[in-house]
């Protein structure tokens, strides 16, 4: 599977951002789709997931509220939608896709099996 995530940019802060990632491949594969984002010098942080097929959601605590994950399967796109952008979401952002039910919510970066290049989201003051 290969993704491609878009959308990233200079935003100010409390403006709003929509990232895509659009997979190809082996798309009907997909279990989950989840992102993550990456601060300098930080660990890469999980954001939200999506079960590729229902839909069902899981958002980290720390974001619910400003963000909203959805997919459309028939294009293969996923999207992450933030709100209230402060400078403290300035990251790299990245979608990744998992294959199986193995680990059937995963949190965590090693539960994902093809990742996007990133796209980078600075926010400003």
């Known amino acids: 599977v290969q993704l491609q995530a878009s959308g990233g940019g200079l935003a100010q802060a409390g403006e709003s951002l929509r990232l895509s990632c659009k997979a190809s491949?082996?798309?009907?594969?997909?279990?989950?789709m989840g992102w993550f984002r990456q601060a300098p010098g930080k660990e890469r942080d999980f954001l939200a997931l999506i079960r590729w097929s229902s839909g069902e959601i899981v958002i980290e605590n720390s974001v619910k509220g400003r963000l909203t994950i959805s997919r459309d399967n028939a294009k293969n796109m996923g999207s992450l939608q933030m709100i209230s952008l402060q400078p403290y979401d300035t990251a790299v952002y990245y979608c990744?896709?998992?294959?199986?039910?193995?680990?059937?919510?995963?949190?965590?970066?090693?539960?994902?099996?093809?990742w996007g290049q990133g796209t980078l989201v600075t926010v400003s003051s």
């Open positions: 990744a896709v998992s294959l199986n039910s193995t680990r059937p919510w995963p949190q965590a970066a090693d539960g994902y099996d093809y």
């Open positions: 491949g082996r798309t009907s594969s997909i279990y989950n």
